[in-house]
């Protein structure tokens, strides 16, 4: 089974130039959430989805950056304009919906590692 | 203060030992636990949850003390396979999970 795909993987770009990373979550699974990982900050949730709508977005640090989940199979984090201090690696991660410890567990995609110049 | 805090370590142990990484936790109403694992350069994955009661997944023992608020992961026997990121997590209420900032394991030769 395919886990969760992002897209770029590797993303170098200038300051102000826009970003768009993207996330297919794993067949299923209701929940999706977005985070970022940076060596001062750790791991930090941005925003997540339930049934493609967004259910908390209180991580999302400034209007630069919006989410968007257009369908059950897709989900895009968008910056714009990007800034040097948004370079991080950037997670999606999804999970079925349900009660019991089997719900728990977040599956990861493999990041896209963003820099911007 | 943080949500969910750990020591960053790194512990540096060698094979065969035993080790103990702890946290903490502000949010009292916080209601499941976890330990994930980081491999340099890869994604989180779920090592284990942790049960009030406690639970052992082979070498590995999570302990839970809410009134303390704090979790603790147990690495017995420790493998060169063991050297990684422990992220001690944490959720409650309508919030996702909540990530500690990782402690780093070096299990040397």
């Known amino acids: 089974d395919a886990g969760v795909i992002q897209s770029p993987r590797h993303e170098v770009t200038e300051m102000g130039q826009e970003v768009t990373l993207r996330c297919k979550p794993i067949s299923g699974h209701d929940y999706l959430f977005w985070y970022r990982q940076t060596m001062m900050r750790g791991l930090e949730l941005l925003i997540y989805?339930?049934?493609?709508?967004?259910?908390?977005d209180s991580g999302m640090p400034e209007d630069r950056f919006s989410a968007k989940m257009p369908n059950a199979s897709f989900s895009t984090l968008k910056i714009q304009p990007s800034e040097p201090r948004d370079s991080a690696v950037y997670f999606c991660?999804?999970?079925?919906?349900?009660?019991?410890?089997?719900?728990?567990?977040?599956?990861f995609g493999p990041g896209t590692r963003l820099t911007v110049l | 203060r943080k949500e969910v805090e750990q020591d960053p370590g790194p512990f540096n142990v060698p094979e065969g030992a035993t080790v103990a990484f702890n946290c903490t936790y502000s949010n009292s109403a916080s209601q499941s636990f976890f330990w994930y694992r980081q491999d340099c350069r890869k994604e989180p994955k779920l090592l284990m949850s942790?049960?009030?009661s406690g639970n052992e997944d082979g070498r590995f023992t999570a302990q839970l003390n809410r009134a303390s608020q704090y979790i603790s992961l147990l690495i017995r026997d420790s493998k060169l396979s063991d050297s990684a990121t422990y992220l001690c997590?944490?959720?409650?209420?309508?919030?996702?999970?909540?990530f500690g900032s990782g402690t780093r394991l070096q299990v040397q030769p």
């Open positions: 991660a999804s999970r079925p919906s349900g009660q019991g410890r089997s719900y728990n567990e977040q599956f």
């Open positions: 989805f339930n049934n493609n709508v967004p259910i908390d």
């Open positions: 997590v944490v959720r409650g209420g309508r919030r996702a999970l909540t």
């Open positions: 942790v049960y009030s």
